[in-house]
């Protein structure tokens, strides 16, 4: 929460569940980034907010964007970001959204199979790629499973294929899936990047690049390590596998650099029991899964919670939203301490929801609108 999202509440008031985003915080973040990681270059991964005065700040501020579709490119471009500037990273893609990025001016391109590079030798020739490499994700709060990257050793093939057909095979990338708490995370997939340079360099292809991924922490209920440790554990563990052939870098933040940045501004709109002898108290907000927090799928992310009785005594509360899908639980197999004291009608704020919140939202499921969002 900072003074200026909560002047906007009050003094703009807006009627229904919306978020805040503070510009200041994002500003703040991706000095910090910098300064952490000197020698990296910054892609800001557009899907975890892509709104324009967002983009436009970033853009602004020298950054860099990773981009999943063509979309998210021509919302890059149009924030002001030069091709060069833009990286296509999603490994999923089709053949003529290649070519589209391709004549917007982008040359740099994520591969995680010989299909994939085909794909761009033929729709974007003589681009850059890199390969993405399977990473466990051990320990992140929002592991991003196997469905991204492959193992290392078909990682130098499909570099290899990439330089045979033309393009340039320039690097490896991985993310240690998102949320990470662990500063060390990346010193496994570095070990098995610099394996892939080694190999690659045998072969008469000299990799340069390597991308570093997200996974850098917003800071939620739990306590997490500060951007500065992140980068100390990285220069150390590159300096480890790399010895003095330091590859470039590049690091693609999304909610360690807009997470922090926004507040939800929500209501309660019934407290009520299933028996009249239970404890558990049940909440039920006007933002739910569907109107922005899908992170809460499985109870992943535990968003802090704010209402003007926090002073109070706290009971648990299994904390829904307002939809008619009874999957739309946020948190009761780990009910959330909430004022005894808290009443129907009272506003809540939840923090931490600048990332991965307003465009999770349904177009208009049961008829609630999409989160509006308003940037500050
Ligand atoms: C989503 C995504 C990111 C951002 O991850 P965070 O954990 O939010 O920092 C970075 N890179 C790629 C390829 C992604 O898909």
Redesign the pocket.
């Known amino acids: 929460m900072t003074d200026r999202i909560r002047d906007f509440l009050r003094l703009r008031r807006p009627e229904g569940p919306c978020l805040v985003v503070d510009l200041d915080v994002v500003r703040e973040n991706y000095n910090t980034f910098s300064r952490a990681l000197p020698d990296s270059r910054v892609f800001y991964?557009v899907?975890?907010n892509p709104e324009p005065e967002v983009l436009k700040l970033l853009a602004g501020l020298g950054s860099s964007f990773?981009c999943?579709s063509v979309a998210e490119i021509d919302m890059a471009l149009a924030a002001g970001a030069t091709p060069d500037r833009i990286s296509y990273?999603n490994t999923i893609k089709k053949e003529r959204d290649v070519a589209a990025a391709f004549a917007r001016g982008i040359r740099l391109f994520a591969v995680d199979c010989r299909e994939e590079v085909e794909k761009i030798a033929r729709a974007a020739p003589g681009a850059q790629v890199f390969a993405r490499i399977l990473c466990a994700g051990d320990g992140a709060e929002w592991p991003l499973s196997r469905k991204f990257g492959c193992e290392p050793a078909l990682a130098v093939e499909v570099l290899e294929h990439a330089h045979r057909l033309g393009l340039e095979a320039i690097g490896v990338s991985f993310?240690v899936g998102?949320?990470q708490p662990n500063t060390e995370a990346w010193d496994g997939a570095l070990k098995s990047a610099a394996n892939i340079f080694r190999t690659l360099s045998e072969r008469g292809i000299q990799l340069r690049m390597v991308n570093l991924?997200?996974?850098?922490p917003a800071r939620y209920l739990k306590k997490v390590p500060l951007v500065k440790a992140y980068g100390r554990a990285i220069s150390g563990a590159l300096r480890k596998h790399f010895g003095n052939r330091l590859p470039e870098t590049i690091i693609?933040?999304?909610?360690?650099m807009v997470g922090d940045a926004g507040v939800i501004k929500a209501e309660v709109v019934l407290i009520s029991k299933k028996a009249d002898e239970d404890d558990t108290r049940w909440v039920y907000l006007d933002i739910g899964k569907f109107g922005g927090l899908a992170e809460t799928m499985d109870e992943a992310i535990r968003y802090p919670i704010r209402t003007e009785r926090d002073g109070d005594d706290k009971a648990p509360c299994i904390i829904a939203g307002p939809t008619c899908d009874s999957a739309d639980v946020l948190y009761e197999k780990h009910p959330y301490p909430l004022p005894v004291s808290l009443s129907i009608g009272d506003e809540v704020l939840i923090e931490g929801t600048g990332?991965y919140t307003q465009t999770y939202s349904a177009v208009a499921f049961n008829g609630f609108p999409p989160l509006k969002a308003y940037v500050i």
């Open positions: 991964a899907k975890a990773d999943a990273g993310h998102s949320q991924g997200g996974g850098f693609e933040p999304g909610r360690g990332a």
